[in-house]
């Protein structure tokens, strides 16, 4: 069974600087793709971040430039490092499979507050 478990996130003032983890189990970790995705309230789920086993990395526009995703094979875990931060990445932050693959479900995410 995958297990998905996000942490690191908290409130942070804007212009500051996060790094959540994701480690995942039940899966051979470095055969896929993975992304990370965030809600804010009152809206979809998106994609912001995905990274193929190969370590290409992919992040949308509006995080671009400040948002880094990266992974580490030997532990299982995809991290993404947020710099810069805005009060509209505010959100919660999950990890799972980016398109094209189906997402498995979700787990609980990791709350970003950026607030001054």
């Known amino acids: 069974q995958v297990q998905l478990v996000e942490s690191g996130g908290g409130l942070v003032q804007p212009g500051g600087s996060l790094r959540l983890s994701c480690a995942a189990s039940?899966?051979?970790?470095?055969?896929?793709?993975m992304g990370w995705y965030r809600q804010a309230p009152g809206k979809q789920r998106e994609l912001v971040a995905s990274?193929?086993?190969?370590?290409?990395?992919t992040v949308v526009d509006a995080v671009k430039g400040r948002f880094t995703i990266s992974r580490d094979n030997a532990k299982s875990t995809v991290y993404l490092q947020m710099n810069s931060l805005k009060s509209e990445d505010t959100a919660v932050y999950y990890c799972?499979?980016?398109?094209?693959?189906?997402?498995?479900?979700w787990g609980q995410g990791t709350q970003v507050t950026v607030s001054s």
């Open positions: 799972n499979f980016p398109p094209p693959s189906v997402p498995r479900s």
């Open positions: 039940g899966i051979i970790f470095r055969i896929y793709a």
């Open positions: 990274i193929t086993p190969s370590g290409v990395t």
